[in-house]
């Protein structure tokens, strides 16, 4: 099941030298694995047995938008504040980061057009 990015018209601009128009930035469950895609520069693939939760969020309009860390550890790849979801690992996840580095996390955000589904579908796979 594919999930699309929430993103604001103005980002699209922004975002397209990156090739991540809206086909190319979702979230996709498959099995026990989430695929998540933001164009060229971000494609992960999040195992749910790692996952402790989602829930509805926030994103600090401070830390902006795109592919992008935070000062608590989090990581966002993001392309608007709104519908934003929190995905809590159980432990600490290293997490691709820009130029291929890794980043250590135990949160990692997403803004998808329908959030409340996504939290549905997650709860219900992440249960024991």
């Not at 930035?25 to 790692?50: D, K």
């Not at 980061?97 to 890794?102: R, V």
């Amino acid at each position: 099941m594919r999930f699309k990015f929430q993103m604001e018209p103005w980002m699209l601009p922004v975002l397209l030298p990156f090739g991540a128009v809206p086909e190319q930035c979702y979230a996709e469950l498959h099995g026990r694995q989430l695929y998540v895609r933001m164009g060229l520069l971000f494609r992960e693939v999040l195992e749910l047995n790692s996952m402790s939760h989602v829930e509805a969020s926030k994103w600090p309009v401070i830390l902006g938008l795109g592919h992008r860390v935070g000062l608590q550890g989090q990581m966002g790849v993001l392309a608007s504040h709104k519908n934003v979801v929190r995905i809590h690992f159980k432990e600490p996840q290293f997490i691709k980061f820009l130029g291929g580095f890794h980043f250590k996390t135990h949160d990692f955000y997403l803004a998808l057009e329908d959030s409340d589904g996504f939290i549905d579908i997650m709860s219900l796979r992440l249960r024991p």
